[in-house]
């Protein structure tokens, strides 16, 4: 059974950080990439990180670049994303998910095949 969980969202406030963890189980890692993505009360889903499979590359969103990093350990099957100098706007829903497809990773959540239930993160005062 496939399945996907993330760990480690919370409350925190602007300036700070937090570290997500994604373990997953019933498949193996390392022929998926591994994507998180957010999702903000009436927007829409939006790509935050990858750990592309294979070449390793490991792409970023616009909003989160140089302040996202993600990291994969194919052994532990755990990916991971500490977030730094978090903002009110990083405030969302973070899902992992894995991609199967024909390419090294995808951007497009459509795109992926598995998806953990996700886990909240509030950036306040």
């Known amino acids: 059974q496939v399945e996907l969980v993330e760990s480690g969202g919370g409350l925190v406030q602007p300036g700070g950080s937090l570290r997500l963890s994604c373990a997953a189980s019933?498949?193996?890692?390392?022929?998926?990439?591994i994507g998180w993505f957010r999702q903000a009360p009436g927007k829409e889903r939006e790509f935050v990180a990858l750990?592309?499979?294979?070449?390793?590359?490991?792409p970023y969103g616009d909003a989160v670049q140089g302040r996202f990093t993600i990291s994969r350990d194919n052994t532990k099957n755990t990916v991971t994303l500490q977030m730094t100098n978090l903002k009110p706007e990083d405030t969302g829903v973070y899902y992992c998910?894995?991609?199967?497809?024909?390419?090294?990773?995808?951007?497009?959540?459509?795109?992926?095949?598995?998806w953990g239930q996700g886990t909240q993160v509030t950036v306040s005062s």
């Open positions: 998910a894995a991609y199967g497809g024909t390419y090294a990773y995808s951007v497009h959540s459509s795109s992926y095949d598995y």
């Open positions: 750990s592309g499979r294979g070449e390793g590359r490991t």
């Open positions: 019933g498949f193996t890692l390392d022929y998926y990439a």
